[in-house]
């Protein structure tokens, strides 16, 4: 059984129970999977290191656990409007750069997810439903007040996915995790996991959301330390939630070496990637999890191999960890209008299409419409499209990348412009 949809994965280990599959061709049932505290709770009891949560009811309840950890009454400095205060966190936000000396497996883009100063020792709190896909509802809080209206936005909505009209009675309130943020792509066979791919994002603050996508990196985790170390506690956290078939994707926080944190999870998602990925990891690794899944539950199909022409991939040839074999990323294109659309900068596209990295490149359907009303990236959900990078030559691949990013800004005009 194969589910793509987050929304769909208790249905599909339900049905694989109903066929008599599970557990010999799919996963029991687990809420833990899909509930964020629940699977905090199972890793950390399963011995491997998480950051510190709370379930709460009320706003009292957030702010009491938020007290605990450190959280401040109210930011430095002293702000006459709310808006001003948002300016001040996104411009100290804006400065956290490669260039600090932290790790970062990555060549493109920032290494660490706040500045030193600001954001470790548990000075922050990121406030959540149980349930959810994509960023949605997710708050960055660093303040008591900013705890507050957050838990009010979330308190009482539906929760994703529910087929029952169930609310968000609790809200999830955690620790924010300091460092670099990797995901990694796994496929399981009978409680064997390899990893297919390992990516580095680079998340930079803009249009008043702290953590915009800019592109997701592949880099190497088989001839590095850190590499070994983040595939090692994934792998270690699907086995705390009893995963033994399937796809997965797994978030994880790595904290500097020097620091006693490691990886941290984020979430453990098990279904694909939800973006193009095969191409990619096929160029830069040679094979991708889609391949991997299939060579997992149907071995090496012969038949399938004659009438595709394609290479099957068995199970057994495919290592444990990949490597890669040239740079790649799958860029995020950024919106910074919110309005009608009325020009559309095509000589931009352009040259974006016609750098050296790029091999292949989508806008979405209503970014190319004139009359259509745009909106500011938030996350992924709201992205203007995406590119695909590949290059050998690291230099030339950073430079395509960051012309990228410089010409975000400037692909889309509309009639009340609000550039951020």
Not at 92 to 104: I, M
Not at 277 to 288: D, E, K, R, S
Not at 341 to 346: R, V
Not at 402 to 409: A, F, K, S, T
Request: proline share 3%; aromatic share 8%.
């Amino acid at each position: 059984i194969y589910c793509e949809s987050d929304s769909g994965l208790a249905e599909a280990e339900k049905l694989g129970k109903m066929l008599g599959l599970s557990p010999s061709r799919c996963n029991r049932f687990n809420e833990a999977r899909r509930n964020k505290f629940l699977m905090n709770e199972c890793v950390s009891n399963y011995g491997l290191n998480t950051v510190k949560q709370r379930m709460c009811t009320t706003v009292e309840e957030a702010l009491d656990f938020a007290r605990d950890i450190g959280v401040k009454e109210r930011d430095d400095g002293i702000y006459k409007e709310e808006e001003e205060k948002e300016k001040y966190f996104m411009n100290k936000l804006s400065h956290v750069r490669k260039n600090d000396g932290e790790v970062n497996e990555g060549c493109l883009g920032s290494a660490r997810n706040l500045s030193k100063d600001i954001g470790e020792n548990g000075k922050y709190c990121v406030v959540k439903p149980f349930r959810g896909v994509a960023s949605g509802d997710v708050y960055l809080c660093s303040n008591l007040s900013s705890i507050e209206s957050s838990f009010k936005k979330i308190h009482r909505t539906s929760v994703f996915g529910s087929t029952t009209r169930e609310l968000n009675d609790q809200v999830l309130v955690q620790e924010f995790a300091y460092g670099t943020e990797y995901a990694l792509d796994i496929v399981s066979r009978d409680g064997e996991h390899k990893v297919a791919a390992l990516w580095c994002y680079d998340k930079r603050p803009v249009n008043n959301s702290p953590f915009v996508y800019h592109a997701t990196e592949l880099v190497d985790a088989k001839d590095s330390l850190i590499g070994e170390m983040i595939c090692d506690y994934a792998t270690r956290a699907l086995d705390a939630l009893e995963v033994n078939w399937g796809m997965s994707h797994v978030e994880v926080i790595v904290d500097h070496p020097q620091h006693d944190h490691g990886p941290r999870l984020v979430e453990v998602n098990c279904r694909q990637h939800n973006t193009d990925f095969a191409p990619l990891t096929t160029a830069c690794v040679g094979y991708n999890a889609l391949d991997m899944f299939l060579a997992a539950y149907l071995g090496n199909v012969n038949d399938d191999e004659q009438q595709t022409g394609r290479n099957m991939v068995e199970w057994d040839d495919i290592p444990t960890l990949p490597k890669t074999n040239t740079h790649g990323a799958i860029v995020h294109l950024v919106s910074h209008t919110s309005g009608i659309l009325k020009n559309i900068q095509y000589d931009k596209l352009y040259e974006i299409e016609s750098l050296p990295s790029v091999v292949a490149m989508e806008i979405y359907p209503n970014f190319l419409e004139v009359g259509s009303f745009i909106e500011k990236t938030v996350d992924i959900r709201s992205d203007a499209g995406w590119a695909h990078l590949i290059n050998e030559d690291e230099d030339e691949f950073k430079a395509d990348y960051e012309r990228i990013v410089e010409l975000m800004p400037l692909l889309f005009e509309v009639e009340s412009d609000e550039k951020v």
